[in-house]
Nanobody, 118 residues
Framework: QVQLVESGGGLVQAGGSLRLSCAASGRTSTIAAMGWYRQTPGKQRDLVAL????????NYANSVKGRFTISRDTAKNTVYLQMNSLKPEDTAVYYCYGRRWGVGSDYWGQGTQVTVSS
């Protein structure tokens, strides 16, 4: 099994920055990609950013392109999300996500709140 533990959420003013971290432990060899989703009350959980482990390809939601950067520290089994130029509409619970190789359920962290005040 894999455990994903997020950190780095909090309250920031519009235009500010935050960095989220997600540390993976356990059977990390089963992870094919990692990233971040976010969710606001009453809405579905949406992809924010993803990094594919094989070739380090990254994908971003259109709403965060140019502002957010996802990166990975292989030695620490940790993925980061650097969030710059934050907007109130970025306010959400951010969940770390791990895509599993082959058959089986993907992995999720417990979520961390990001609040951007106007």
């Amino acid at each position: 099994q894999v455990q994903l533990v997020e950190s780095g959420g909090g309250l920031v003013q519009a235009g500010g920055s935050l960095r989220l971290s997600c540390a993976a432990s356990g059977r990390t060899s089963t992870i094919a990609a990692m990233g971040w989703y976010r969710q606001t009350p009453g809405k579905q959980r949406d992809l924010v950013a993803l990094i594919i482990f094989g070739d380090s390809t990254t994908n971003y939601a259109n709403s965060v392109k140019g502002r957010f950067t996802i990166s990975r520290d292989t030695a620490k089994n940790t993925v980061y999300l650097q969030m710059n130029s934050l907007k109130p509409e970025d306010t959400a619970v951010y969940y770390c996500y791990g895509r599993r190789w082959g058959v089986g359920s993907d992995y999720w962290g417990q979520g961390t709140q990001v609040t951007v005040s106007s």
